[in-house]
């Protein structure tokens, strides 16, 4: 059984889809939430919804690329809740593009909010995390990090996350800090939904073809990831670390 009571955590791009599915299951084991992303509307509609059902719930736009939004961020969560316990690095972006049609922007906007982004929130969270010599960081990776036709870039950042994970699982480990990745497979979001549109196919369609190739005959949903995350949050998982886990319904997919 699972239980956060008590917890601090943090989830950037928590207000749809996967992040959302783990502020969730977080809240609703009674964790303490603080909920960061750049999308205003959908920032303040996910604040409402979690706070009617009974969620401690923190919303604040922070553009995680950004340092200086980042360092303000943590300081308030920790001001107002005096710890910060889990941390989740899950904003992101798609610039999908095959290699000799991506341009720079492309490039450079998935590695900031991927990498950069995740190096931001996790510099910035473990020092806390260090003084009270416990915390849980997982990063929000993908199977494309084995590559993926026309994500040069997302399969790069993805790819990156995962040596980051396992560098921070060897650097923190002595202070009672855990740091796994989870790699989620066809999972359905408003960003597969977009990769779709990108290839021009009804989503639907593009939905079956995925589906096919997946052992247990279903596409993945936001929970499935979510449900990984929690079991890595646990304060009982604490000899779990520097492990990528692959949420994908098969080992190839």
């Known amino acids: 059984m699972l239980n956060f009571s008590g917890r601090?955590?943090?989830?950037?791009?928590?207000?749809?889809g996967i992040g959302k599915a783990i502020v969730k299951v977080l809240g609703e084991e009674g964790a303490k939430v603080a909920v960061l992303d750049i999308d205003e509307k959908t920032l303040k509609k996910t604040e409402k919804e979690f706070k009617d059902k009974g969620y401690e719930i923190l919303a604040?736009?922070?553009?995680?690329?950004n340092n200086d939004e980042v360092e303000s961020a943590v300081e308030s969560i920790v001001h107002r809740w005096r710890s910060l316990d889990i941390l989740v690095n899950n904003a992101g972006v798609i610039r999908d593009n095959l290699l000799?049609?991506?341009?720079?922007?492309?490039?450079?906007?998935?590695?900031?909010?991927?990498?950069?982004?995740?190096?931001?929130?996790?510099?910035?969270?473990?020092?806390?995390?260090?003084?009270?010599?416990y915390g849980?960081?997982?990063?929000?990776?993908?199977?494309?990090?084995?590559?993926?036709?026309?994500?040069?870039?997302?399969?790069?950042?993805?790819?990156?996350?995962?040596?980051?994970?396992?560098?921070?699982?060897?650097?923190?480990?002595?202070f009672?800090?855990?740091?796994?990745?989870?790699?989620?497979?066809?999972?359905?979001?408003?960003?597969?939904?977009?990769?779709?549109?990108?290839?021009?196919?009804p989503f639907d369609e593009f939905m079956k073809e995925k589906i096919s190739n997946i052992p247990v005959a279903r596409s993945g949903k936001p929970e499935d990831i979510a449900n990984a995350a929690a079991f890595f949050a646990d304060e009982k998982s604490s000899f779990v670390n520097g492990q990528v886990i692959y949420v994908a319904g098969g080992p190839k997919c």
């Open 8 to 16: 601090v955590a943090l989830v950037t791009g928590g207000s749809r």
């Open 60 to 65: 604040m736009k922070v553009n995680v690329v």
């Open 100 to 133: 000799f049609k991506m341009t720079d922007d492309d490039w450079q906007q998935v590695m900031d909010v991927h990498l950069t982004g995740s190096f931001n929130m996790t510099r910035s969270v473990q020092r806390y995390m260090v003084k009270q010599k």
């Open 136 to 174: 849980r960081i997982i990063n929000i990776s993908s199977t494309s990090a084995l590559g993926n036709r026309g994500q040069a870039n997302y399969a790069a950042a993805k790819a990156g996350l995962q040596g980051f994970t396992k560098t921070l699982a060897i650097e923190l480990g002595k």
């Open 176 to 201: 009672g800090i855990t740091a796994n990745s989870i790699a989620p497979g066809f999972i359905e979001t408003d960003m597969t939904k977009a990769t779709a549109e990108r290839v021009g196919v």
